[in-house]
């Protein structure tokens, strides 16, 4: 079945204090927010650089890219006598995904404190905050109207707003919208860090990467590593789907067990058949995922990884052919249609896949599919094509007895409904507390 969500649990982690989620219901407004500490005068720009490097932080879009690194060399541009300019990506194209849309709904001045520190580290005095959320436009802009000028100091913020789109979330997709066009990537190089907005060098971070620098700020590196790994340290958001069950978000500290996280999510392991990793991009996961812990270096050796942080649970009454299908056809509807080796590529991927679903597949069309999802790899504007390839792969390779069962027709699970959603795994509506 789809795990379309009407309503959201939000819960911590037992005995990990939150540093992202908070109890207390509703938009955390200006006086809130500085009331716990927020908005803290930075003395030190190059300081607080240092601690966010010693922290080890790790971008939450999906990349997990070293956010010191790309503080560095936008700021050195900067230094260098460029304008630069802060980019925070709140457009959460992922549908299994809504930690960004609960950031910027119900904490936007921490976004917000996070999006200043930034600016501050690289030199920036444009900054904008971008969404495809109305809601999240709306929290955002109403927090920057309770914002004494000062906080923002000479640095200009404002919110971009865009029709939501699996690729409108992609960096160079951002810039785009924000420099007058369409909502669909460019080519490569040059990156934003080289040329974004106005031509400029450019930070693009998402939000939740952003909420973890006035942490850092307020109590430094090793306060920030006490929770998480050494090569994952800190705490991430994860959105649970899947089983039947509301969807979840949960602040989880790097390393915690998978099977911890089934507990907390009212799941017994013995009914789970894999995963859904890291949103549609990072493939499936058979029931190895039993025995991991949820961190990078972890998730890697599995061949998958934490994507966006959004996980959809396949229980025992869930077909993986069938939820590769729907994925597939959802990368054929949504590719930008730019590239060619995409816009053709996901068409072949997602006809080869539905076929295998509906039982009318030949060996000829699964070479086909296992083909193209290895010489396909790395083509294209943005990662999409990537996406649909590591579904493709990670089908093949991690639930073989399923996809023999559907080469043969003989799949229980599939033949009587097998699923199918225009949006798999989708969160929408409730995101408030």
């Not at 919208?177 to 460019?186: C, D, E, M, S």
């Not at 959809?312 to 009454?317: D, E, H």
């Not at 249609?337 to 539905?354: E, I, L, Y």
Request: aromatic fraction near 6%; charge should be negative.
């Amino acid at each position: 079945m789809n795990s379309t969500a009407t309503e959201l649990t939000v819960a911590t982690w037992p005995s990990c204090l939150p540093r992202l989620l908070r109890s207390s219901t509703g938009t955390e407004d200006y006086a809130d927010y500085t009331g716990t500490g927020g908005y803290q005068r930075l003395d030190g720009p190059d300081a607080l650089l240092d601690q966010v490097d010693l922290s080890g932080l790790l971008g939450r879009g999906g990349a997990a890219f070293p956010m010191a690194t790309k503080l560095r060399t936008v700021g050195d541009a900067g230094r260098r006598g460029s304008e630069t300019v802060v980019v925070a990506n709140g457009e959460e194209g992922e549908p299994a995904s809504v930690k960004d849309r609960w950031l910027l709904r119900n904490r936007p001045h921490l976004v917000l404190d996070g999006l200043r520190l930034a600016a501050e580290m690289v030199g920036a005095r444009r900054a904008y905050v971008y969404v495809s959320d109305a809601h999240a436009a709306t929290a955002v802009e109403s927090a920057l109207g309770e914002v004494p000028a000062e906080v923002f100091g000479e640095t200009t913020v404002d919110v971009v707003a865009v029709q939501p789109g699996y690729v409108a979330g992609e960096e160079t997709a951002a810039v785009r919208v924000i420099n007058g066009g369409p909502a669909k990537p460019t080519d490569k190089p040059p990156r934003p860090f080289e040329e974004g907005v106005g031509g400029v060098p450019t930070l693009v971070s998402n939000v939740e990467t952003l909420a973890n620098l006035p942490y850092i700020h307020a109590h430094g590196a090793q306060a920030f590593r006490s929770a998480g790994t050494p090569m994952s340290p800190g705490t991430f958001l994860a959105t649970v789907t899947g089983a039947g069950r509301p969807a979840a978000l949960y602040e989880i500290p790097h390393g915690a067990p998978f099977s911890e996280l089934l507990k907390l999510h009212g799941l017994a392991a013995d009914t789970v058949k894999g995963v859904l990793m890291g949103g549609y991009f990072a493939g499936l996961v058979n029931s190895e995922i039993l025995d991991v812990t949820l961190d990078h270096e972890s998730i890697r050796r599995l061949g998958s990884g934490l994507g966006c942080g959004a996980i959809s649970i396949l229980t025992t009454q869930d077909c993986p052919v069938a939820v590769a299908a729907s994925v597939l056809e959802y990368f054929d509807r949504e590719n930008a249609g730019q590239c060619g080796s995409c816009f053709n590529g996901t068409a072949a991927m997602a006809a080869a896949a539905g076929a295998l679903r509906d039982g009318t597949a030949t060996d000829e069309d699964l070479g086909r599919l296992q083909r193209w999802s290895v010489v396909l790899r790395g083509r294209g504007a943005c990662a999409t094509l990537d996406g649909a390839t590591f579904i493709a792969a990670s089908l093949l390779h991690q639930f073989p007895q399923a996809v023999a069962r559907h080469l043969g027709n003989d799949c229980d699970t599939c033949s009587d409904n097998a699923f199918r959603a225009q949006r798999p795994y989708e969160v929408e509506a409730v995101v408030h507390q």
